[in-house]
């Protein structure tokens, strides 16, 4: 079983920046592949960001040179740098790892963090 656990949300005027968060745990597991999404009220959920174990990276046009997404391996941390925050970047993110573990004989799982609140307002 894996879990992950995001953090660094929050309420940031327009031009502001965080930094999101994403900690996978447990056993027994490999991530593939480490994504951000984002939904926003009344909106589908959309694929923000993806970072892959070879260390390729893509974003949605939306975001691209203000977001970063990046990896600490050593922590099973993902992260997302958000620079250049604009009130059409507020949603719930949302993590989520593509993982090949034990518990699934190996074969790939999606595990989603809890999601954190990003809202950008003046």
């Known amino acids: 079983q894996v879990q992950l656990v995001e953090s660094g949300g929050g309420l940031v005027q327009p031009g502001g920046s965080l930094r999101l968060s994403c900690a996978a745990s447990g056993s027994n597991f490999a991530i593939a592949a480490m994504h951000w999404h984002r939904q926003a009220p009344g909106k589908q959920r959309e694929l923000v960001a993806s970072f892959g174990s070879g260390g390729n990276a893509g974003y949605v046009d939306s975001v691209k040179g203000r977001f970063t997404i990046s990896m600490d391996n050593a922590k099973n941390t993902v992260y997302l740098q958000m620079n250049s925050l604009k009130p059409e970047d507020s949603a719930v993110y949302y993590c989520?790892?593509?993982?090949?573990?034990?518990?699934?004989?190996?074969?790939?799982?999606?595990?989603w963090g809890q999601g954190t609140q990003v809202t950008v307002s003046s």
């Open positions: 989520k790892a593509h993982v090949r573990s034990r518990d699934t004989v190996w074969s790939l799982t999606d595990y």
